[in-house]
């Protein structure tokens, strides 16, 4: 059993109809790509949206909780955050390596 005999036909006409790609496997691709690039975008999104409300860097708001110069450091908004910050820099990360295999 091939991957194109495991979809539905609908799924497969729309991948194609929606990438403009003739071939399954390069609509398949070009839909991976597209799904990377918008959580990449989100990501970036959520990213900016914290370095903002810091006024720094992830790298400089980890350096400051390790030297404890941040204001309310052990408050529940603060820890939330970095724990949030530091799986989106991580998930960042991954989806960009993963980026890479498909160029």
Do not use: H
Request: net charge negative; charged share 30%; aromatic share 12%.
């Amino acid at each position: 059993m091939t991957f194109a005999n495991s979809m539905p036909k609908a799924a497969l006409r729309a991948l194609i109809e929606l990438t403009g790609q003739p071939e399954l496997d390069l609509a398949v691709l070009a839909t991976l790509r597209d799904a990377l690039e918008y959580r990449l975008e989100k990501i970036d999104e959520a990213l900016e949206a914290l370095e903002r409300k810091y006024g720094m860097s992830f790298a400089e708001f980890e350096a400051q909780g390790r030297a404890q110069q941040l204001p309310n450091q052990f408050s529940y908004e603060v820890e939330q955050d970095y724990f949030e910050w530091d799986s989106l820099v991580t998930r960042k990360r991954k989806l960009q390596e993963f980026a890479e295999w498909l160029i």
